[in-house]
């Protein structure tokens, strides 16, 4: 196993301040949203799920992957590319 990887899993809270500012999304966005992906979100409900799929995108968007290797596809019959931005290969 890579000496990198931990034993067990890391848990660690990402405090709210350290976080961007919550996204809203307005009507153009959303209607917008719905053509592309076919998911109706004409609801309070299914707009405030968005924004909390968003907000924990953010959480994600701000951890450190300095010196973590890009990674590659785990399907053995895809050709692999890397995933991370900026490789230049998509």
């Known amino acids: 196993m890579n000496s990198k990887i931990p034993p067990a899993p890391v848990v660690k809270r990402i405090e709210e301040h350290n976080l961007p500012p919550p996204t809203r999304i307005n ?34 968007r701000i951890i450190d992957t300095t010196d973590v290797e890009p990674m590659i596809t785990v399907l053995e019959d895809r050709s692999v590319y890397s995933l991370r931005y900026g490789n230049n290969v998509y």
């Open 27 to 60: 009507q153009e966005s959303i209607e917008l949203l719905e053509r592309l992906s076919l998911v109706d979100f004409a609801n309070k409900k299914g707009i405030d799920r968005l924004e909390d799929a968003i907000r924990f995108a953010d959480q994600i």
